[in-house]
């Protein structure tokens, strides 16, 4: 079966502008996560979908993040405007069930400059 | 709040060398543990996944334990490689489906 994907793998924008994420979960999993790593800290969670619901949006850092999971498929996450602090890898992932664990796509790169 | 702490930060042994690396939790109420691994620039690749009512999961050369009781997890490596090298993290889901990753531990293995 096809993995998490994600895109794009890298992103570099300036301070100011605004940029979106995807995320394809493994089809069928209803669960599907945001997490980043900022450099040098630990992987953070952001915000957790039960299919199209925001089950848990507790991690999301401020109002400049707004994620997105129209029909329970695909996942966005927009960043407007983005500051410097918002650099880092964003990782999504996906699951069908607590039993099964995650699984994690590559992450997206994100550099703001 | 579920805190977790892994160590050492960073690890350098030569090749063939068994190692441990450790992981702590501070609220024993888990669901499962899961270790995983990162490459440089690469996403997170899954090791192992224990639930929280098994004691270990054994795969080739890697065996991870859970003590949920005392809130601890290790991950064994045994006849330690070159390509053993990266970050290894754990990761702790709580009961509320939400998962708490630690710092992770930076493995080099030297040829």
């Known amino acids: 079966e096809a993995g998490v994907t994600q895109f794009p793998s890298h992103s570099v924008i300036e301070k100011g502008q605004t940029v979106t994420l995807r995320c394809d979960p493994i089809?069928?999993?209803?669960?599907l996560y945001w997490y980043r790593r900022v450099m040098g800290k630990e992987i953070k969670f952001l915000l957790h979908?039960?299919?199209?619901?925001?089950?848990?949006e507790s991690g999301m850092p401020n109002n400049r993040f707004l994620a997105e999971r129209t029909g329970g498929t695909y996942s966005t996450l927009k960043v407007q405007p983005a500051e410097l602090e918002d650099s880092g890898v964003y990782f999504c992932?996906?699951?069908?069930?607590?039993?099964?664990?995650?699984?994690f796509g590559s992450g997206t790169r994100l550099t703001v400059v | 709040k579920q805190e977790v702490t892994q160590i050492p930060a960073a690890l350098s042994v030569p090749e063939g060398e068994n190692l441990v690396l450790n992981c702590s939790f501070t609220?024993?109420?888990?669901?499962?543990l899961q270790w995983f691994r990162q490459d440089p620039g690469k996403g997170l690749t899954s090791l192992l996944l224990?639930?929280?009512?098994?004691r270990e999961q054994t795969s080739g050369r890697l065996n991870a334990s859970l003590d949920k009781s005392s809130g601890r997890s290790t991950l064994y490596i045994a006849a330690s490689q070159p390509g053993d090298s990266a970050t290894y993290l754990c990761?702790?889901?709580?009961?509320?489906?939400?998962?708490?990753f630690g710092a992770g531990t930076r493995l080099t293995v030297k040829p």
């Open positions: 979908f039960v299919k199209e619901s925001k089950q848990d």
């Open positions: 224990i639930q929280s009512s098994q």
């Open positions: 992932a996906s699951s069908p069930s607590l039993t099964y664990g995650y699984t």
């Open positions: 990761a702790v889901m709580g009961n509320n489906n939400d998962m708490r």
């Open positions: 089809s069928g999993h209803d669960n």
């Open positions: 609220d024993s109420a888990i669901y499962n």
